[in-house]
């Protein structure tokens, strides 16, 4: 049994011990830790199966009994704790992204070096089984060579000022998820990104300095052409899509939603909204992702996501932003 501590108790720290205690297999959670840990989160955590809660994250550092680490707290925090965890000898499972600072993660990269640590970066869309059939069909070439990749992500509303403000910006927040994306669906990294994009949504984060509504081009390595657009709000719920067209045919997904009923009636035909939060569209994503974390420990396997993949969206991230700041596409490499 895999011994598991988790650092921070937020929202995506709540989804990971919610999916450890009742979706995976071969692990406990033997401590979470959060600065903010109060009496009711330590409740709610041991009423999860949680063993032992804190504030000082440093006690599961210090644990010898615990395996392996979550890093679940805020972005600033994911490198140095990743690093810490990796020179104790721990596992590392940490959220996208790794860090906004290239460097930071060549670091994290370099301490794994010569250790048995497994490592794996949280995204989670490539657990969903949308996804995974769309890469699944790709991957076996039952739509030839893949030509134009076309990825709709939209958000159901805009988060609060505050967070935009230390998000890294939406291309490193929002569309970092997309970029992953297109590198899962194309099969390969991406040369070059071209950013068109705007600030309609809420005023606000334009005056934040970011943007809310975006169309990125990117150009693949394999020759495919991927486009990626993205709006910070979707009247209408969690736009999540995918299409990918090549030589022999195209593979397609739609939205999720409560039930594929269709009521066709003299006002017209109509269905229901896709869901309308992250967590309902992604929640037994989440649970798959923590489960392969679980199982490349147990089994000594490579983790499907690995530092590189953690490394790479952040900088096709830099790179978006620096084409819509200089207005020009801009190749991966003027990043590295």
Same mark, same amino acid.
């Given at each position: @049994?895999?011994?598991?501590?988790?650092?921070?108790?937020?929202?995506?720290?709540?989804?990971?011990?919610?999916?450890?205690?009742?979706?995976?297999?071969? *692990?406990?959670?033997?401590?979470?830790?959060?600065?903010?840990?109060?009496?009711?989160? *330590?409740?709610?955590?041991?009423?999860?199966?949680?063993?032992?809660?804190?504030?000082?994250?440093?006690?599961?550092? !210090?644990?010898?009994?615990?395996?392996?680490?979550?890093?679940? #707290?805020?972005?600033?925090?994911?490198?140095? &704790?990743?690093?810490?965890?990796? !020179?104790?000898?721990?596992?590392?499972?940490?959220?996208?992204?790794?860090?906004?600072?290239?460097?930071?993660?060549?670091?994290?990269?370099?301490?794994?070096?010569?250790?048995?640590?497994?490592?794996?970066?949280?995204?989670? %869309? !490539?657990?969903?089984?949308?996804?995974?059939?769309?890469?699944?069909?790709? *991957?076996?070439? !039952?739509?030839? %060579?893949?030509?134009?990749?076309?990825?709709?992500?939209?958000?159901?509303?805009?988060?609060?000022?505050?967070?935009?403000?230390?998000?890294?910006? @939406?291309?490193?927040?929002?569309? &970092?998820?997309?970029?992953? @994306?297109? %590198?899962?669906?194309?099969?390969?990294?991406? +040369?070059?990104?071209?950013?068109?994009?705007?600030?309609?949504?809420?005023?606000?984060? /334009?005056?934040?300095?970011?943007?809310?509504?975006?169309?990125?081009?990117?150009?693949?390595?394999?020759?495919? =052409?991927?486009?990626?657009?993205?709006?910070?709000?979707?009247?209408?719920?969690?736009?999540?899509?995918? +299409?990918? $067209?090549?030589?022999?045919?195209? *593979?397609?997904?739609?939205?999720?939603?409560?039930?594929?009923?269709?009521?066709?009636? #003299?006002?017209?035909?109509? /269905?229901?909204?896709?869901?309308?939060?992250?967590?309902?569209?992604?929640?037994?994503?989440?649970?798959?992702?923590?489960?392969? $974390? =679980?199982?490349? =420990?147990?089994?000594?396997?490579?983790?499907?996501?690995?530092?590189?993949?953690?490394?790479?969206?952040?900088? @096709?991230?830099?790179?978006?932003?620096?084409?819509?700041?200089?207005?020009?596409?801009?190749?991966?490499?003027?990043?590295?």
């Amino acid at each position: @049994m895999v011994k598991v501590g988790i650092i921070g108790a937020g929202r995506i720290g709540k989804v990971h011990i919610t999916s450890i205690s009742t979706r995976v297999r071969d *692990a406990v959670i033997k401590t979470v830790a959060d600065p903010f840990m109060d009496e009711e989160t *330590a409740a709610w955590a041991k009423g999860m199966g949680v063993q032992h809660t804190t504030k000082d994250y440093e006690e599961i550092i !210090r644990d010898p009994e615990i395996d392996a680490v979550l890093i679940c #707290s805020s972005t600033d925090t994911h490198s140095p &704790i990743s690093l810490e965890a990796i !020179r104790a000898g721990k596992h590392v499972f940490c959220e996208k992204p790794i860090d906004h600072d290239v460097e930071k993660i060549k670091e994290v990269a370099a301490a794994l070096e010569g250790t048995k640590v497994k490592y794996q970066v949280g995204f989670n %869309r !490539r657990f969903d089984h949308n996804f995974e059939a769309v890469q699944r069909a790709v *991957a076996e070439g !039952r739509i030839g %060579r893949p030509e134009i990749i076309k990825i709709t992500s939209r958000d159901p509303e805009p988060p609060g000022i505050d967070y935009v403000k230390v998000s890294g910006g @939406m291309f490193l927040d929002m569309t &970092i998820h997309d970029f992953d @994306m297109a %590198r899962f669906l194309a099969g390969c990294d991406a +040369e070059e990104v071209y950013v068109q994009a705007a600030n309609l949504v809420d005023p606000k984060i /334009g005056e934040a300095g970011d943007v809310d509504t975006a169309v990125i081009t990117l150009q693949m390595e394999n020759g495919a =052409i991927a486009v990626i657009d993205n709006c910070r709000k979707a009247v209408y719920g969690y736009d999540q899509r995918a +299409e990918v $067209f090549g030589s022999e045919g195209m *593979a397609a997904i739609g939205n999720d939603s409560q039930s594929s009923v269709q009521i066709s009636n #003299s006002d017209g035909v109509t /269905g229901e909204k896709p869901l309308f939060f992250f967590l309902e569209r992604y929640m037994d994503a989440y649970g798959k992702e923590i489960a392969a $974390f =679980i199982d490349a =420990i147990v089994n000594d396997t490579e983790t499907p996501l690995g530092v590189m993949d953690g490394l790479k969206p952040v900088l @096709m991230g830099l790179a978006a932003k620096k084409s819509w700041e200089e207005h020009r596409p801009v190749k991966i490499s003027e990043i590295m």
